[in-house]
C-alpha cells in the first residue's frame, strides 16, 4: 500500500454571536397634592326676647293683718268713726227711751249698765290671717326665640396634574464575537 502524502486543508469557523440588549419601557407617575382651602364662615345667629312681667298684688293679706296704707286707713277709721257715732247715738235714744219708760219695774240705771259693761259674747270662729287668696299674682312669661342661619363651607381645590416620566423600550444590538474561518495546511 501506498501512502501518498498529500497535504489536506484544515478549516475552523466560529460563527458570529449577535446579542441583544433590552431595556424595559418604564413609566413613573407621581401625582402632586392638591392645594385645598376650605372655609368655614360663621353663621348668623339672632336671639330675640321680650321680657316676662310678673304682678304681686299683697295688698288684700296686709288689710287681713290689720296694715293699711294711709289713705286706706284714713278711710277705714272715718268710717268706723261715723258707725260709731251713729250707734252711740241709737244707745243714747234707747238708754233715754228706758228711763222714761215708767212702766218699767226695777233699777233701770242698773239695766242699762249690764248692758254696756256686762259680759259679752266672745266669738270663737278660727279665721286665717291673711285668707288664703289674699295674693295675687299675676304673671305673663317672657318669649325666646333663636334662629341660627349656617353659612356655606367654602371649598377651593387647585388640582395639579400627574407628572409621568415615560422611557420607552430599547432594543440595541451589537455584535459579540465576529465570525471567522481559519484554514490550515496540514501536511
Known sequence: MILLNIPHLDIHTTRAQIDLKITDATVDIEQPK???????PKGVLEIHTTRGHLEVDSSQAWEDLGLYSAPRAIKINAEQALQAVKEGMSRTVQEGNQMMDLRRKGNVISQIAKQRYGPKKVESEIKFIPS?????????????SINYTP???????????????????????????EASITIDVVK
Open 132 to 144: 288664703v287668696d289674699a295674693v295675687k299674682i299675676e304673671n305673663t312669661p317672657g318669649t325666646l
Open 34 to 40: 392638591a392645594v385645598q382651602d376650605i372655609q368655614q
Open 151 to 177: 353659612s356655606k363651607v367654602q371649598i377651593n381645590v387647585q388640582t395639579n396634574k400627574p407628572v409621568i416620566t415615560y422611557t420607552p423600550w430599547d432594543v440595541k444590538t451589537f455584535l459579540a464575537r
